[in-house]
């Protein structure tokens, strides 16, 4: 650990998990850079911070990996460097118990981010290990300083934490309870990212269906979407994650609009058994989010339908998990996360009988990935001929020859093009269809 901070002291942050996670992650940069540090490479940081995620095992498990590297090599050759962890594994106690093991320097949880400097000065005066986590959330702090990571595309929190409690998912544990944040803040910050150039913005909650309970003025996430649809600058707006058992028709009349609203929703169905979804304490049947989809599908011409789903879960049968490829095949989602159940200690999931063996769990997620590439395939291969409106990212991660664009149904499409397309929106021919984009060419 050094002993002070000079101004040119270096930083590098390693982001996991969701986009709650990049955002806090871009908050974590501006408060950083706000006290004097700029951004730097594992070869001359100073501090390193690692934002993590604990959604399952094998998340935590990627920043144990990494974290057991920055501390070799802050053994071998780094005495100096400083290593700060926060993020939703800082929010567990068996995790922070292990952190303190390792020899972690700064450990700040979800809740309270904006103290991070603090905590460091802290460390660094008393030449001692602070950890500092808020077991509950405070009333939103705002605004705090932010760099973003550059582009056209920015995310921006309309809410934070869930109520949802699923009993597989520990969110809510290292969340908190949801709280909105201000119809008004929200536009002030839209406002300054299409000022800045942002033409793109991504609205993020857990659950945003249920944008504005609790605050003081009317207001629900199908108002928000129009406040937002009336901003200049901004030409598309996306957002995530809708539960099923809260889209309401007048939601759905709203993103009927089109617009900048793009036809995307990402709407998880976690299971498609009954049984289960009962016992995730998902709220709604099979039958129920069968008639969402058409619902869905009806109002808003060409959407694009993803999803998340968990096989594995605590006593799923063969019986169950037939039910939940049987969904796939009937909804033929446009594409979907899919995972193996992870037991999270502390949630309801974690103790309930009939654990699912991982041989098991690992069949059926292939089963279930064969089938939903298969489905996805078939639906992109449809495309080919189409002309797409897209909204140029950047040079393609895969070819670095060719540029890369999202369509408005949020696929991924790689073309040939002139770099000073980057930014705009232009209209692109569906030339060639993957499992996972497309390929096109500029018209
Ligand atoms: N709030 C969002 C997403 C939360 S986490 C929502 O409700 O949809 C993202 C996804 O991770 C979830 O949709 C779920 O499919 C998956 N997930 C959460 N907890 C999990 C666990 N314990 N094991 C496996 N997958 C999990
Ligand atoms: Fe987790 Fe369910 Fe909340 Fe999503 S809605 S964050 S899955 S508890
Ligand atoms: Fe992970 Fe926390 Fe997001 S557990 S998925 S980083 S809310």
Not at 19 to 40: C, F, H, K, P, W
Not at 97 to 106: H, N, T, Y
Not at 152 to 160: D, E, H, K, P, R
């Given at each position: 650990?050094?002993?002070?901070?000079?101004?040119?002291?270096?930083?590098?942050?390693?982001?996991?998990?969701?986009?709650?996670?990049?955002?806090?992650?871009?908050?974590?940069?501006?408060?950083?850079?706000?006290?004097?540090?700029?951004?730097?490479?594992?070869?001359?940081?100073?501090?390193?911070?690692?934002?993590?995620?604990?959604?399952?095992?094998?998340?935590?498990?990627?920043?144990?990996?990494?974290?057991?590297?920055?501390?070799?090599?802050?053994?071998?050759?780094?005495?100096?460097?400083?290593?700060?962890?926060?993020?939703?594994?800082?929010?567990?106690?068996?995790?922070?118990?292990?952190?303190?093991?390792?020899?972690?320097?700064?450990?700040?949880?979800?809740?309270?981010?904006?103290?991070?400097?603090?905590?460091?000065?802290?460390?660094?005066?008393?030449?001692?290990?602070?950890?500092?986590?808020?077991?509950?959330?405070?009333?939103?702090?705002?605004?705090?300083?932010?760099?973003?990571?550059?582009?056209?595309?920015?995310?921006?929190?309309?809410?934070?934490?869930?109520?949802?409690?699923?009993?597989?998912?520990?969110?809510?544990?290292?969340?908190?309870?949801?709280?909105?944040?201000?119809?008004?803040?929200?536009?002030?910050?839209?406002?300054?990212?299409?000022?800045?150039?942002?033409?793109?913005?991504?609205?993020?909650?857990?659950?945003?269906?249920?944008?504005?309970?609790?605050?003081?003025?009317?207001?629900?996430?199908?108002?928000?979407?129009?406040?937002?649809?009336?901003?200049?600058?901004?030409?598309?707006?996306?957002?995530?994650?809708?539960?099923?058992?809260?889209?309401?028709n007048?939601?759905l009349y709203?993103l009927a609009?089109?617009?900048?609203?793009?036809?995307?929703?990402?709407?998880?169905?976690?299971?498609?058994?009954?049984?289960?979804?009962?016992?995730?304490?998902?709220?709604?049947?099979?039958?129920?989010?069968?008639e969402l989809v058409a619902k869905i599908r009806e109002y808003i011409p060409?959407v694009?339908?993803?999803?998340?789903?968990?096989?594995?879960?605590?006593?799923?049968?063969?019986?169950?998990?037939?039910?939940?490829?049987?969904?796939?095949?009937?909804?033929?989602?446009?594409?979907?996360?899919?995972?193996?159940?992870?037991?999270?200690?502390?949630?309801?999931?974690?103790?309930?009988?009939?654990?699912?063996?991982?041989?098991?769990?690992?069949?059926?997620?292939?089963?279930?990935?064969?089938?939903?590439?298969?489905?996805?395939?078939?639906?992109?291969?449809?495309?080919?001929?189409?002309?797409?409106?897209?909204?140029?990212?950047?040079?393609?991660?895969?070819?670095?020859?060719?540029?890369?664009?999202?369509?408005?149904?949020?696929?991924?499409?790689?073309?040939?093009?002139?770099?000073?397309?980057?930014?705009?929106?232009?209209?692109?021919?569906?030339?060639?269809?993957?499992?996972?984009?497309?390929?096109?060419?500029?018209?």
């Amino acid at each position: 650990m050094k002993n002070e901070l000079n101004a040119a002291s270096k930083y590098l942050i390693y982001t996991y998990g969701c986009q709650m996670n990049v955002r806090d992650s871009e908050t974590i940069a501006g408060l950083l850079e706000n006290v004097g540090y700029v951004n730097g490479t594992l070869e001359d940081a100073e501090l390193v911070v690692f934002n993590t995620c604990s959604v399952r095992h094998s998340a935590e498990n990627k920043v144990y990996g990494k974290l057991g590297e920055v501390l070799a090599l802050r053994r071998k050759r780094r005495p100096d460097m400083l290593i700060a962890l926060g993020g939703c594994m800082a929010q567990l106690p068996e995790v922070r118990q292990r952190l303190k093991k390792m020899g972690v320097d700064v450990v700040f949880g979800t809740h309270n981010v904006h103290e991070l400097p603090a905590l460091i000065d802290m460390a660094q005066a008393s030449q001692k290990p602070v950890c500092q986590v808020w077991e509950h959330e405070g009333t939103i702090i705002e605004p705090l300083p932010s760099i973003r990571k550059p582009g056209f595309s920015a995310f921006v929190n309309i809410m934070y934490g869930c109520n949802n409690f699923c009993s597989y998912c520990i969110v809510p544990y290292t969340r908190g309870r949801e709280r909105s944040r201000l119809p008004s803040e929200i536009i002030r910050e839209i406002k300054d990212l299409a000022a800045a150039g942002y033409r793109e913005i991504t609205l993020l909650g857990q659950n945003v269906n249920s944008y504005g309970r609790g605050l003081s003025e009317e207001v629900d996430f199908a108002d928000l979407l129009l406040m937002v649809n009336n901003l200049e600058g901004i030409e598309r707006i996306r957002f995530m994650t809708s539960h099923p058992k809260d889209i309401s028709n007048k939601l759905l009349y709203v993103l009927a609009e089109g617009g900048k609203l793009c036809e995307h929703i990402h709407v998880p169905l976690q299971s498609g058994s009954n049984l289960i979804l009962d016992r995730m304490n998902r709220g709604y049947s099979r039958e129920h989010y069968l008639e969402l989809v058409a619902k869905i599908r009806e109002y808003i011409p060409g959407v694009a339908i993803s999803s998340d789903l968990i096989v594995g879960f605590p006593g799923e049968t063969e019986e169950d998990y037939l039910d939940t490829l049987d969904m796939v095949e009937k909804i033929r989602f446009d594409a979907a996360f899919t995972f193996m159940y992870s037991a999270r200690s502390g949630t309801r999931a974690a103790s309930m009988e009939k654990q699912i063996d991982i041989d098991d769990k690992k069949e059926r997620l292939a089963r279930l990935n064969k089938l939903q590439y298969q489905i996805a395939t078939e639906i992109n291969h449809q495309l080919e001929g189409r002309i797409d409106e897209v909204l140029v990212e950047g040079i393609s991660k895969t070819d670095p020859e060719k540029l890369s664009a999202r369509t408005r149904t949020n696929r991924i499409i790689n073309f040939s093009g002139q770099k000073d397309l980057i930014g705009k929106l232009i209209n692109v021919k569906i030339t060639k269809a993957g499992t996972f984009s497309l390929f096109g060419e500029v018209i």
